[in-house]
DNA sequence: CCACCTTATCAACACCGCGTCGATTGAGTC
DNA sequence: GACTCAATCGACGCGGTGTTGATAAGGTGG
């Protein structure tokens, strides 16, 4: 169980995360750190990334860090929760979309948001997927957020089929997991420039067709 | 550039991961490494593996390790080398049935077929993966490994095209990459048992389904 | 059979990164 | 001017990696 209430409420109280207790002047030392993290990120990998890095960057020894921040996961988990709030934003706003009748055009403008998104802020995105597999917390935050949208499309997915505009097929919530999970490994490999990975400017059309056929299209046509 | 010739050449000359020269009676022990290794994969992640516990395992100690492999890493890669030299085998057997005129049943197949030779190494697939993300060579493996099946699923796109058996649409090379990613993380999720993930029974019905829609399928119907 | 090479082994070391402890400073009450 | 408390950091202990140098334990051949 994470403790933390996913960012956006300012300053308020202690959290998990967080420096712990007071809110002096060493406000600033905890932004710089934040700052100097998201520098370093877009410059090399969160591993090798060290403490040090982070306090010599805020002007702080080591063991000053540890006043502020518990760790150096709990630094990027603090940078993470807050992307998520941003992309929560972008989430609602596609469903809403969604919601209006015009469920084609919603997903597209759904998908492009949902990339612009993470694609603003890559080098995070990057180090989110890095610590997902050593970090706990980060781990439960993820799966928060992809159960999140599993959900949403599922709900989609179930009423386009009960108004006729799909067809029935596989369930609706396995579907949805596939198409997530697909949308998630592209982009990652978009953006971490792997090889083989799809263009920067070739993403959206591939992602987006391949959702309209799987939910759509007739099971085996031609 | 990777400098072994990935495996399957059983025991001539020193390759760049294992032992150093000769091949006196120590070869009991390389084998009880790579063993303990696969071992202790089974148990717990490999970050969460030290050279001491292989060196203990194999009944050494850690300096002796290091006259066997250079590094935790390369004990690893050895077994990935394996296990893709083996899948390799399923690559071809799968490619040869969609040869054969049959390319639906040849689809299942082949993804059938490989779904079962990297689920029967669960652990070392999920190690794998964790290596991907930080050792170089890991990565180029996996490289390789990825651009031969995209090059695959490439050229069946095409020739079904080329045939009229299905309907032209996204470059072929890039509808083969989303699909291929696809695969690797809807199977890497139900490995790992992530939330969300697929059942392990119903992981290959539903992607095959998401290909043959994505292949066959018309761009927009109902 | 003994000098010699080569294989194989490990104690001891140097190094790095993490997280903690305890002492110190300095600004703000009362 | 005594007290508090946020903030800082030197020094430490821990656990992990990889290396060095000394040493034993087989052949091999002169």
Redesign the pocket.
Known sequence: MRHVPTASQAKPAPNGRG?R?????????ERAILETAERLLEERPLR????????RGA??????????F????AVVLTIIDRLVAAAAGSREQALRTLAEGEPRAGLRQGLEDLYAAFRSRRAVVLAAAELRTANDEARELWTEVMEGWVADVTAVIESERARGAAPPGQPARDLAIALVQMNERVQYATFADESPSLEDDRVLDVLVDIWLRAIYGAAEPG
Chains 1, 2 share one sequence.
């Open positions: 420096r207790g007071s809110r002096a002047s060493g406000d600033d030392r090798e990334i060290s403490v040090d890095d982070l306090a002007g702080i020894s080591r063991p000053s860090f540890y006043f502020y518990p760790s150096k996961d």
